[in-house]
């Protein structure tokens, strides 16, 4: 399959141009940037030089030409740009039958009104929405294989899924509202220059309080209401969340072990039990580390990814993966 990518010089477009470069099945045919950038014309490796020798591919602009290119010569296209892009880009490659994996929240959410809410926009092509299968690749695996258009998860949204649905799936949870504190790096910022993420203004500081976008995506697709406070740190990469979770009366730690075993076969992620998952140990790897301790009723579940892999790149190659039915792991383990 011929692959493009559109946004391919920021950090979630690099680190997929790196993965399709080196898929199997896969065929990097064009990396385009917006017409009017600063880097057109660049090579890929100019910007990234750990890339050198492996993504020397000039930064092409998205002209009307190159959507004639992309027409003629894609199979899949891969939005890895800001979600306002990516609502008016995608309906432009569905019409000419591409696949569209969006990296962005432009399609995630249900419907204009949460667009309104959270993202501060209209949402143009809201009758899109239903269409789109939310790319959460453990979870929704036959409806990403079939649809046209994903909706690649959000980063801090599929650590804390995979670490509360199996959950949620067992009938564990009490009605009290989940709390998830997540610290993020600073690569989940995108790699745009802005003062709040300067090298010497980044701490470790919460941000969006009570009003963060993935709190409703996170609510919408585990079906129970979370309080959400993510926390810029000062590290390049990871995603490392602490989520306070009040089982029903009763429930204990064989339950709580039993639920989590429907995420034992998955290749992607890694149950540690009662081992802390940290950044470190998924810097630069595909998987999502879920490690958790109970005391009570109360139970601390820890869940780590890498924002630009499991967050970003990786679960959409996962996606890819799911659509031509080849294994989830295919270029993605081993790959870095
Ligand atoms: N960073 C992360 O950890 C994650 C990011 N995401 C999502 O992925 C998307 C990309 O994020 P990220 O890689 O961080 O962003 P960056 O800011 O690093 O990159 C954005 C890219 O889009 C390009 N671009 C901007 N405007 C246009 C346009 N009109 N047409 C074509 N290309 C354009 C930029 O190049 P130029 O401006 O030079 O044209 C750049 O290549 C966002 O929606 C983000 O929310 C999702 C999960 C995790
Ligand atoms: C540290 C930082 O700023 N992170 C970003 C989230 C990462 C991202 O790009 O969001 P999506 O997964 O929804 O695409 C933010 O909070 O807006």
């Not at 258009?149 to 649905?165: E, Q, R, S």
């Amino acid at each position: 399959m011929n692959v493009v990518i559109i946004g391919a010089s920021g950090y979630s477009g690099a680190e997929l141009a790196s993965l399709v470069v080196k898929h199997p099945n896969l065929t990097l045919t064009g990396c385009y940037v917006s017409e009017g950038s600063l880097d057109k014309k660049k090579l890929l490796s100019d910007l990234y030089p750990e890339h050198l020798g492996l993504l020397d591919l000039p930064l092409l602009p998205l002209s009307e030409s190159a959507f004639h290119d992309i027409q003629i010569g894609a199979d899949y296209v891969c939005l890895c740009t800001d979600h306002k892009v990516s609502v008016d880009l995608a309906p432009r490659f569905l019409a000419m039958s591409k696949k569209v994996f969006d990296l962005s929240g432009g399609y995630r959410l249900a419907s204009n009104d949460d667009y309104v809410t959270y993202y501060g926009f209209e949402h143009k092509h809201p009758e899109l929405l239903n269409k789109a299968a939310y790319g959460l690749a453990e979870w929704n695996g036959d409806a990403i294989a079939e649809a046209q258009l994903v909706a690649v998860a959000g980063c801090y949204p599929t650590a804390a899924l995979n670490a509360l649905k199996p959950l949620q799936q067992a009938g564990l949870l009490s009605e009290q509202r989940i709390i998830i504190n997540a610290v993020s790096g600073v690569t989940g910022a995108g790699r745009k220059a802005s003062v709040g993420t300067h090298f010497c203004e980044v701490s470790l500081a919460p941000y969006g309080l009570f009003n963060h976008r993935h709190g409703p995506e996170i609510e919408q697709h585990l079906g129970h209401q979370v309080l959400f406070t993510p926390h810029l740190g000062n590290f390049p990469r990871g995603i490392l969340e602490t989520i306070y979770v009040q089982l029903k009366p009763n429930v204990t730690s064989v339950q709580v072990n039993q639920a989590y075993q429907v995420l034992a076969n998955e290749p992607l992620i890694r149950l540690l039990g009662d081992k802390i998952p940290s950044i470190k140990g998924v810097t630069k790897q595909p998987y999502v580390d879920i490690g958790w301790q109970q005391q009570g009723q109360q139970l601390i579940v820890i869940a780590a990814i890498d924002n630009l892999l499991k967050g970003a790149a990786g679960q959409a190659l996962q996606c890819i993966n799911l659509s031509m039915n080849l294994d989830h792991t295919t270029g993605l383990k081993g790959a870095f």
